[in-house]
DNA sequence: TTGTATGCGTTATCAG
DNA sequence: CTGATAACGCATACAA
């Protein structure tokens, strides 16, 4: 027989408290912070704890507690890259405050319905959109008693039950009108991405508003339909192949840095547009590469950082639970 | 008193057991497929259940299964917008699986021995090394008995216990540099980011070796140390000044496209180069960004929709746990 | 300070 | 086919 028993379950509290002489309740106490222990059983239940690897199941405690300390993120965008800023410093904020985050990948095979449903049964403590084109019709019906809390990350909520944290689009675009007014632009375009989502960011609407106080009246808009390059590419060159040189636009505004890319793409590449001269572009968002030598383009910085670390101090409780704008940062580049 | 008390808890089993009149594991075995039940009976809970809005609590289920059908993917790399094309179908694919993502984050305040003693922690049923910087030394650490499985993705695993997915190096090399050299490239240089990945990746070693083969006998590397266009663009710059045109590589493969965008950029636009006449650049990974008319990049793509799909196939046991080596595909632009 | 009983919501196993 | 007992690993409340 031998001397060690190789056990192949992980070794529990009460492996520790037999090997240490003490009840597991006790083994309990020594892992949780606070609780009156003497140090003399603390640390005989820790050197034993230690040699036999043990660590707390979680699940356990979970189930125990009824809070997982789990957050389920929901993404069905991944053609926009600027979604992998978000998601680094979403789970870099959930991280510092010991949540984990459970990503869930929204797309043909996998709905709405089924990510709600997934996150509830597993227990997560919050849902948290993540920029995702989620309709009003959609949330209400993952609003049932019983569900964990809904949250939304970088896009204004409708739904006053549904906290949001976003960067402020009037401010932003107040900005960004002035800037191009000032710049001497007058014939401004605006491309949107997808439908249900552009209304819900507001930029389009601010973008109008801010221009008709500068005597522009009307601000055609050019519909990517997507946040994906190929669908701005394909939208500007439909509209300029479609539109003479005299009767275009002289700056086009995007609903963010993908479509500002494509756009400054197909312009230079496909009709030898010279940018800004022949045509301005501005993006939002402040994503990396809208920094690159190449394309350096105008855009809007949305303080991602301090979004998420707010988003995660509202799940923790530690502010109130109500949508909050934040102001961003124009960042003037080269392509306006 | 009212007729119906409104629960802030969940309701569990046994709440529609009641309701029903039947035991509780008479309601388990109505959601249990296979489990022998009169049908009278399941329609008797099905109906109660769905009026209650009883979903089955998958954390109590874990905890008795001793599965969670939960995957801890670990990633350290945000800088690479490839790795949300990554994320995207490795989430894809476990969700097809039933399986679930708990995304960490590997940063500054969140090393990976803390990643991996949350997995651990929280029962995964696996741990995916996302393409990250493992040392093998950190990987052996993790490696304990009752540990949850390692896989890496997308890197070839030096460590037989665990069995990696990634594309196979030397055949993407050698078709990068056979399409080369039948171009009539002979002055060949090679970008790396990460030291320590990069050996791990092989894809500088196979390029040289295959390079040999074509009498060229020494390949400059131009080391980036990161997978960020910033570090690209600072390292090409410093090889451009540094070097008199006449000594000059006439190709540079990177060994991954956001190098080689970062490359493009800085030799075009800050150098005035023409791309492929005064330098060709070849990228690696096959990520939409490359196919963007300004950059027209050359690229060899991973097939990782198939990769991610190996991959679970493997965590499920349909497939032998052993490292797997898949052929892409190279794309051949303007950039060449 | 420490041990005991009980509960969290399921599944596994066995008896009827 | 159905009900009952035990177990999963921990936390909470209480008693000693």
Redesign the interface.
């Known amino acids: 027989m031998p001397e060690v028993i190789?056990?192949?379950?992980?070794?529990t509290a009460t492996d520790v408290a037999i090997e240490a002489g003490v009840s597991k309740w006790t083994v309990a106490r020594a892992f949780t912070p606070g609780s009156s222990i003497s140090e003399k059983s603390r640390e005989a239940v820790m050197l034993i704890a230690d040699r036999l690897?043990y660590?707390?199941?979680?699940?356990?405690r979970?189930?125990a507690t009824k809070t997982?300390h789990?957050v389920a993120?929901l993404v069905d965008d991944?053609?926009n890259?600027h979604?992998?800023?978000s998601?680094?410093l979403l789970?870099?904020a959930l991280?510092?405050e010991g949540l984990?985050?459970?990503?869930?990948?929204i797309?043909k095979?996998?709905d709405h319905a089924n990510a709600f449903?997934?996150a509830?049964?597993?227990?997560v403590d919050a849902i948290v959109l993540l920029g995702t084109a989620f309709r009003d019709e959609t949330l209400q019906g993952a609003m049932?008693?019983?569900t964990p809390p809904l949250y939304v990350l970088a896009r204004e909520s409708t739904n006053p039950d549904i906290p949001s944290v976003s960067c402020d689009a009037k401010v932003s675009m107040r900005e960004i009108v002035n800037h191009l007014a000032s710049k001497g632009y007058r014939r401004p375009g605006f491309m949107t991405g997808p439908t249900s989502l552009s209304t819900a960011l507001g930029r389009q609407r601010h973008h109008a508003a801010f221009w008709r106080k500068h005597g522009v009246k009307a601000v055609p808009e050019i519909a990517a339909g997507a946040y994906d390059?190929?669908a701005s590419?394909d939208a500007l060159r439909e509209y300029l192949r479609n539109t003479q040189p005299a009767d275009r636009i002289d700056v086009l505004v995007c609903e963010n840095d993908v479509l500002a890319?494509?756009a400054?793409?197909?312009a230079?590449?496909?009709f030898g547009l010279r940018i800004p001269q022949d045509l301005a572009v501005c993006g939002y968002d402040g994503n990396?590469?809208a920094g690159?030598?190449?394309f350096d383009l105008t855009t809007y910085e949305q303080p991602m950082a301090e979004m998420a670390r707010t988003l995660v101090e509202m799940l923790m409780d530690r502010r109130e639970r109500r949508s909050v704008l934040l102001p961003g940062r124009l960042i003037v580049r080269g392509s306006t």
Chains 1, 2 share one sequence.
């Open positions: 190789v056990m192949n379950r992980k070794t690897g660590r707390p199941n979680l699940l356990a979970s189930l997982t789990q993120v991944f053609a890259f979604k992998l800023v998601l680094e789970t870099a991280q510092t984990v985050a459970m990503l869930i990948h797309g095979h996998f449903l997934n509830d049964q597993r227990q049932k008693p019983g390059r190929r590419e890319l494509g400054i793409d197909v230079r590449t496909e990396d590469l690159m030598p190449i």
